[in-house]
């Protein structure tokens, strides 16, 4: 991730906010894993990052997330931690099982029938950190849900209604 923020040009020093006790409270709730949780420790910052075609949300944004945002609780459901976005609004993830990072396709968030939403996630087979620097650095790599499902050869494509017309 430091050399992720290094090639988009983010200084890390001069925005770098402490992981607020309340955040911290409510990641311990969440998450046990103390991988996860060192991360966001790290690389918690007081705006959201552009890195590439992904944005970066402010770690000291889960306690509000977490008390009020339906989507962020939905997520939550299904041991998937919305840590960002796309470009075209598709949803950054962070799996709370592996530690893996995913895109949600935005387009089906809502619509998870008794599969789960894990049925419209594209993992990406690496960590949060490698994922943002693949997104600067990897010729070709997703910008969106869509192309990731094409990218890691994934069943579910996104191309396809779920109310089956």
Known sequence: ???????????????????????LEVLNVICL????ISFLTEFSFDTVIKIGAFYYDEPNGIKKQFTWEDEFKYALDADLLLVGSGISGDLVVLDLVDCQAGLLFLD??????EQGLRKFLIKMNCSLGQFFLNSIT???YPIDAYEAAAYMG???TGY????GE
Do not use: C, G, Q
């Not at 894993?33 to 996860?36: A, C, D, H, L, R």
């Not at 089906?108 to 029938?113: I, P, S, T």
């Open 1 to 23: 991730m430091r050399l992720a923020l290094k090639l988009a040009a983010f200084d890390s020093r001069k925005h770098f906010e402490t992981l607020r006790a309340e955040s």
């Open 33 to 36: 894993n103390p991988e996860i």
């Open 108 to 113: 089906y968030f809502w619509d998870a029938d």
């Open 138 to 140: 990897v010729k070709d």
């Open 154 to 156: 994934s069943e579910f």
């Open 160 to 163: 396809w209604n779920p109310e």
